[in-house]
């Protein structure tokens, strides 16, 4: 639940990241470019056309009707259920007979007794939901409108709607604001006619409306699912602000007429505290935000939301060549790009992500599910969850790069959750201390195995998530911050500490059951012993909180057994065909799914950096043959992953290319919302972090400039982008040289700048601008 302490902590975070090198201000002059702006011709005739603003806890999905105008409403603790703990009590005792099973190769056994009896009772989660509708409708309306044109600028995070009807000029605007906790919507008219607008809420819950007063009431309750209770209380409120004409209730809508304009807040909230805690108080939340909000005027509400959603947007600015394409209406544009080279199209999807990442995670939010904050169903593809055998990390790859590092705080809060949520599936289902949480988890911090063993006995998902906070600390060197987690980190490597298996025959250590994520090896069976992506994860999990403990000075006595088991766990093999094997065994040739959206195994070359070109060849040309194995196209968030990976092995132009796919029609929605199909924001995410790595990657104190800059972006210009030791940088490149670098360091040290097989090391001081000379670098 976001309270006032919540919103104010979340201010004061975003007061100083501006701090930050290369903050808002420095970028303020570049924000009127075109590559910061959709734009349409005509009304979203379905929700993939409607575009999305959101202040982190609250969303909407602006339609840009002309007669109906219709508004999606999103809050971020409205799910199904409420608290429950689905660790299946027979775990505990079947565990050691299904990894016998597993030991003596009898996977098809081991599967079934895993569905049997390890899975969670219940057997699926409780998904995110949809609050309902805002409708507007024109009475009466029955000429077609001109001069139409939608809009999302996203610099402003505003949504705008502009037409003439019957002439008379209508102009909407909708923004979120994320001081006040409202949606604003504002509707003006210019010309002869007048404002008649009916307005309406449609709830998708259990609610009732009731309009009085200049206000839709909402109140009721959230939807039970799958034998778990429905335990949330929902309130909603909407205050209509006319300016001239008569406002009057008419059974549970409210009729406005003959008005100049119309102001329109929206405040949502649920009795949720904490995923253990239902008891708190929606209808005070949304009296609250409401009365704060009335306070000010529309323009001081809009004014104040564009400064703190510039704050953070402002900080970076990119150009990456020819925007000229940003004429045609951004649907058209994105077709026409198939057929043409569009930097500005990457540029602005590159923007785009960082909008949403802004919208939808913020201090005192929930994280970004698998649709961000924005869903109109109550029961939505794979349950909107948080799927954390890649989607959930993938939301926030560009988070760090893109200087947007307190977008993080949801993300590390939950895994604080889990931490607690876990520590009893640990206890109970394996025996073991620390925590575990497996493929997936929702707003109740839910950590048993889900939705069968062929895709949920994954028990890493919490050690993946801690190599987040490992990220957070690597890019922002703050040691207060890594002092906070390192208990976290500490308590997932605990957990493989006690369950860890080893190989009688090679004396290797490896997990089980476990199985290389939602990818069957035999069938549909995955279930199997030490995936290559669990020995990944597990190297980085334990040599970062190895590290950890060093730099904090703790701990001397656990970070040395880390290090002793991670020397002891099962080694990255390559197989038959020269590729990157997926699992202990080289069964990659037999698997079912030979294309197959998952690349788990290359974990070790992204995100990870296990695997380098330089440092690990052999390995990095097994990585590049299992990627051509699978193939350039996959599901838009597969696509984005395969993206990262080709940078990662610095081959730009076929990192461009899947980059084109990603953006034309089959993988971008109209509203640029990525298209797995159906609609998952992963993509976006993993997308924007794309592009950062095609122009910078980092290593700890070492700085690689374009290391995979493909030959369509020759000239242009990146300010802001963030690499690993609290460093900004500002670059330009043409003739796919850099030109000019300046980086600024939040700590004083050396760092290792290089371009191509050429370095050069520079010392920089804490705080001050520094201005590299790239001569020698350019050769």
Request: hydrophobic share 40%; glycine share 10%; net charge neutral.
């Amino acid at each position: 639940m976001v309270t006032r302490r919540t919103v104010l902590e979340g201010s004061l975070l975003l007061a100083a990241s501006a701090c930050l090198p290369g903050g808002a201000a420095g970028r303020a002059e570049g924000a009127g470019k075109r590559s910061h702006r959709l734009w349409y011709r005509r009304p979203a005739a379905e929700w993939i056309e409607a575009l999305p603003v959101g202040n982190g806890r609250i969303g909407a999905m602006v339609f840009g009707g002309v007669d109906a105008e219709r508004l999606q409403l999103n809050e971020d603790t409205l799910w199904s259920g409420g608290p429950y703990h689905p660790v299946n009590p027979q775990a505990l005792a079947a565990l050691p007979e299904v990894r016998r099973l597993i030991a003596q190769g009898r996977y098809a056994q081991a599967h079934d007794l895993a569905n049997q009896a390890l899975m969670g009772q219940p057997l699926q989660q409780m998904a995110y939901q949809t609050f309902g509708d805002l409708r507007l409708s024109i009475p009466g309306a029955v000429s077609s409108a001109q001069d139409y044109e939608r809009a999302l600028d996203l610099d402003s995070a505003t949504a705008t709607t502009r037409f003439t009807l019957e002439g008379t000029r209508h102009e909407r605007t909708v923004f979120a604001s994320p001081e006040r906790q409202v949606i604003v919507l504002r509707h003006v008219v210019q010309g002869p006619g007048r404002l008649d607008l009916d307005i309406a809420l449609a709830p998708a819950q259990e609610m009732r409306v009731e309009a009085r007063d200049g206000l839709l009431v909402a109140r009721g309750r959230n939807r039970g699912a799958h034998g778990v209770a429905g335990a949330l209380r929902v309130a909603g409120l909407v205050r209509a602000i006319p300016e001239g004409g008569a406002l009057t209730a008419q059974g549970d809508r409210l009729a406005l007429r003959g008005a100049r304009a119309v102001t329109l807040l929206i405040a949502m909230a649920t009795s949720f505290r904490r995923f253990d805690d239902v008891s708190g108080d929606p209808d005070a939340l949304v009296r609250r935000w409401m009365t704060d909000a009335m306070a000010r005027s529309y323009d001081q509400l809009h004014r104040e939301a564009v400064a703190a959603h510039r704050q953070l947007y402002r900080r970076v600015e990119i150009d990456l060549g020819d925007d000229s394409a940003a004429a045609l209406p951004t649907d058209e544009r994105i077709v026409a790009a198939q057929t043409r080279d569009d930097p500005g199209l990457a540029a602005l999807y590159f923007n785009y992500g960082r909008y949403l990442l802004i919208g939808s995670s913020r201090p005192g939010s929930q994280p970004a599910n698998l649709q961000g904050i924005w869903n109109d169903s109550i029961d939505p593809p794979w349950g909107s969850k948080y799927t954390i055998n890649i989607n959930t990390q993938m939301n926030y790859w560009p988070a760090e790069v893109a200087a947007l590092p307190e977008c993080t705080e949801p993300l590390v809060r939950m895994v604080r959750e889990l931490a607690q949520s876990g520590a009893r599936t640990a206890r109970e289902m394996y025996g073991a201390r620390g925590w575990v949480v497996h493929h997936n988890t929702d707003l109740w911090r839910a950590t048993a195995p889900v939705d069968g063993a062929r895709w949920g006995l994954w028990p890493l998902g919490g050690a993946w998530l801690c190599t987040h906070l490992w990220e957070r600390w690597d890019y922002g060197r703050d040691l207060a911050f890594l002092r906070d987690v390192y208990p976290l980190m500490r308590g997932a490597a605990l957990f493989f500490v006690d369950t860890l298996q080893t190989d009688p025959a090679t004396g290797f250590l490896f997990t089980s059951p476990s199985l290389s994520p939602e990818n069957a090896h035999h069938g549909d069976i995955a279930i199997c012993a030490g995936p290559a992506m669990d020995q990944q994860i597990l190297r980085d999990l334990f040599d970062q909180t190895a590290r950890a403990a060093d730099t904090l000075g703790i701990d001397d006595g656990f970070a040395a057994q880390l290090r002793d088991l991670r020397a002891r766990l099962a080694p990255d093999r390559i197989g038959a065909q020269g590729q990157l094997q997926e699992w202990q065994e080289d069964w990659d040739a037999q698997a079912p799914e030979p294309d197959h959206r998952h690349v788990s195994h290359l974990y070790g070359l992204f995100p990870s950096q296990q695997i380098d070109p330089d440092e690990t060849p052999a390995l990095a040309a097994a990585a590049r043959r299992s990627l051509e194995m699978r193939g350039d196209e996959g599901t838009g968030w597969a696509t984005a992953w395969r993206i990262n990976l080709w940078a990662r092995l610095r081959d730009g132009n076929r990192a461009h290319r899947i980059l084109r796919f990603l953006l034309g029609p089959e993988r971008t929605y109209p509203n640029m919302f990525d298209a797995h199909p159906p609609f998952q924001i992963d993509g976006n995410f993993g997308g924007a972090a794309g592009i950062a790595h095609m122009l910078v990657q980092s290593r700890g104190e070492d700085i690689h400039l374009l290391p995979a800059l493909p030959s369509a972006w020759p000239r242009g210009s990146v300010q802001g982008l963030r690499v690993r030791g609290a460093c900004t940088l500002d670059l330009r490149w043409s003739e796919g040289k850099p030109q000019t670098l300046t980086l600024v360091s939040a700590i004083d040290g050396e760092r290792t700048i290089r371009f191509a097989d050429r370095r050069e090391t520079v010392r920089l001081s804490a705080g001050r601008p520094h201005r590299v000379d790239l001569t020698r670098l350019r050769g």
